[in-house]
């Protein structure tokens, strides 16, 4: 079940070099903003459904790849208005973030050989000794970069950990036993 969203804000405007739309929401006690940004170019532009955390910081829960909607939408201008146009997406991401803040959290186990091959993947990448401590901020930014990571461990006792694939893929679909299909393209993102 999806929880209700409570609208609570709204932000919108437009210039001769951008428009925007922001959305505050409350989903299941949780606040939330959908912001779309459409400027003259894709890297001037984004979609993102962020909640607010307890320390008062907003994380990624969302987002809509450019390819899905900034070609289908009007180029900046003042006379643009930036609810009808941009609302429509930043509703679909509230959706989409109320749909993950209601998925019930699971625990997910791991064999001891997923537990080595992490070590390995360290060893290799940090030294035998390595360490590496991931910041919530860090750990949300990948989560919502790239693909899904897939974990998969192969008959010769190989381990393959990815991020590198869509969902569709071959590679993926047949856990790492088919080539990938050369269409895994995600848009480089930007670090703030």
Known sequence: ???????????????SRRYHYTGVVEIAGHTVRARVVRGFYGKDSGAVAEVLTDQAEW???????????WHDTPP???DVHAATVLGPLAE?????AAKILAAPQTMVT?????????SALLATSSGFNGECHIDPDDIAWATSHGGALH???????????TKAHRDECPFVASKGSQ?????????????S
């Open 1 to 15: 079940m999806t929880p209700s969203i409570t609208e609570h804000d709204q932000d919108a405007g437009a210039s």
């Open 59 to 69: 994380i990624s829960l969302a987002a809509d790849a450019l390819n899905n909607w």
């Open 76 to 78: 900046p201008s003042p």
């Open 92 to 96: 679909r991401l509230l959706r989409r």
């Open 110 to 118: 791991f064999s001891p050989h997923i537990y080595q091959a992490v």
């Open 151 to 161: 974990i998969f461990e192969h008959p010769d006792g190989s381990v393959t950990f």
């Open 179 to 191: 080539d990938c299909d050369d269409e895994c393209y995600f848009d480089l993102p930007q670090r």
